[in-house]
């Protein structure tokens, strides 16, 4: 039914008639989890052409598009309210052409269209030795969309975010024009668009950086709270090429994790990471847990030390066997061991009922140990009331970080306006949660989490991470960011699309249709 309905309002919608019936366009979740809220018309794009014919005829019209890949979102930010609003999926425009690595070179190049995921993407430069780098996101998402929404890895000395493999980039803008924008420190254009949101066009290619294909290892320490939130945290992060810390609340607990390259004949080990897949029979109970953790303190207790347990060991198998992998370190080509994806026998979290809300906020790195002090406070606020506070996604509370990377819109970038120390890079504060799908769909102590959002924008210098955050989030946090980075931004859009075509909640909140 919803593919004729989108048939059939696919000509209103292009012809811009406005009493069309409009129906959500879901993030990854799925249903009842929208990107936005309505939409006229989901068009799966079959080329780059088809993408600048959908654009030209919406700009005719005057009808609102924005792009997506994956739908790697969280919120209902990724459109405007507009019920006339064409989503242009891009997954299907995926080619990877061009491919440049010399023998022995340190690095080449490679162009990649709009909806080629990282997945794809790192299958295929393994596959012709090579690797991006350490420019890594997750599994399932489209590198244009990482790029656009300022995606990156958790590294401070490595480069980390995206957009710092991409060496050009082609857009569409608002008038259907293919722009090809170079990367340039000097040029507005670049500074926007290496994290655009979406508001200047559709990234359709982009040139983009590789190297030699490469071994890594991980391993894993568990240690006390007192150890980070009183501890050298630059200096457990930076010496590693990639580094993260999981934070166990109820349990005053943090994992850490740090990988580096290691000689390619270190070790005949493949390992593979499992970042959200799960068994049924997994499922089940942590749902069950979960869901009566919405009322029971005790229940969320349990599954944080239940999960705190199963995460200490490695989330590993043998690629080559797809063998459970026991002890650290754990050895392997790059991707398998950084990102890894779904084990062949399993399902992704979501697919098995598990949803969530997030919070992603990046603070200045030489702020890490006030700022993670102060939501231990307000963990330990909430329990002088009798509400235990605790983490109820299967890894813990994300601790992630971020080299410099300079341009308008990342929350990795410098020499701005607040006056705060970025040069040295940022903490990522991710607070993934679960979000019950019985009763209201409140979770445990809903209130806690907007309060904890307010407190940490209003009281430290922080950005927010594009796809995981509310409206509320991004309204309050909007006074953090460098008002001439947000004008400079505005101005490149103005130019791109005149008419406001890629409008989107966020572009909204942050004036940039004022």
């Known amino acids: ?64 598009v924005r792009a997506s890949g994956k739908g790697h979102m969280w919120y209902d930010t990724m459109c405007s309210d507009n019920p006339e609003t064409i989503i242009v999926r891009t997954e299907f425009v995926n080619g990877i052409s061009d491919f440049s690595l010399e023998e022995g070179a340190e690095s080449g190049t490679v162009v990649i269209e709009a909806g080629v995921t990282f997945l794809q993407f790192a299958e295929y430069l393994h596959a012709n030795n090579a690797s991006m780098g350490y420019t890594l996101v997750n599994w399932n998402i489209t590198m244009a969309g990482a790029v656009a929404m300022g995606g990156h890895r958790s590294a401070i000395r490595e480069d980390s975010m995206v957009a710092a493999g991409v060496l050009s980039m082609d857009i569409v803008n608002g008038n259907g024009d ?34 030699p294909d490469f071994k890594v290892f991980a391993k894993q320490e568990t240690l006390d709270e007192d150890d980070v939130l009183n501890g050298d945290i630059y200096g457990m992060i930076a010496p590693y090429a990639t580094a993260n810390f999981w934070w166990w609340p109820y349990m005053r607990k943090f994992h850490w994790r740090y990988y580096d390259k290691v000689p390619l004949t270190l070790s005949n080990q493949e390992g593979f990471q499992n970042t959200f897949s799960i068994t049924d029979a997994e499922a089940i ?29 490695p989330n590993f198998r043998e690629k080559t066997t797809w063998e459970t992998i026991t002890e650290w370190p754990v050895y392997g080509w790059n991707y398998d061991v950084l990102i890894g994806g779904l084990y062949p026998d399993q399902k992704p979290e979501w697919e098995e009922g598990l949803h969530g809300k997030t919070l992603e906020l990046a603070f200045p790195i030489t702020q890490a140990n006030d700022m993670l002090k102060r939501v231990r406070q307000a963990f330990d606020d909430e329990a002088k009331k009798g509400i235990i506070m605790t983490s109820t996604y299967r890894s813990g509370i994300n601790i992630k970080f971020g080299k410099p990377f300079y341009n308008f819109l990342g929350q990795v970038t410098y020499n701005t306006s607040d006056g705060a120390d970025w040069s040295k890079g940022a903490i990522m504060f991710d607070f993934p949660t679960f979000k019950p799908s019985g009763g209201d769909g409140q979770r445990f102590n809903e209130d806690f989490y907007p309060r904890l959002a307010k407190t940490l924008i209003d009281e430290f210098p922080c950005r927010p991470h594009w796809t995981k955050n509310t409206r509320e989030v991004f309204a309050n946090s909007t006074k953090n960011l460098d008002p001439d980075h947000l004008a400079r931004f505005k101005a490149v859009r103005q130019k791109f699309d005149p008419q406001g075509i890629f409008k989107s909640i966020i572009g909204e909140i942050l004036g940039m249709y004022d």
């Not at 254009?189 to 559709?202: C, E, H, I, P, R």
């Not at 069950?288 to 060991?313: D, I, P, Q």
Request: proline share 2%; aromatic share 10%.
């Open 178 to 211: 293919i722009v090809t924008i170079e990367r340039d420190e000097n040029n507005d254009d670049w500074l926007a668009a290496s994290t655009s949101l979406g508001l200047l066009g559709v990234i359709v290619r982009m040139k983009f950086k590789i190297y």
């Open 285 to 313: 109970v942590a749902k069950t847990t979960l869901e009566s953790g919405k009322y029971l303190a005790t229940s969320n207790m349990f599954f944080e030390t239940t999960a705190f347990a199963l995460w200490s060991a």
């Open 1 to 64: 039914m919803q593919t004729l309905h989108h048939v059939y309002i696919s000509g209103l919608a292009l012809a811009g008639i406005s009493t069309v019936l409009a129906e959500p366009y879901n993030t990854f979740d799925g249903e009842g989890f929208p990107a936005c809220n309505e939409v006229a018309l989901v068009h799966n794009a079959t080329s780059v052409d088809d993408i600048v014919n959908i654009v030209k005829n919406a700009a005719a019209n005057g009808t609102p």
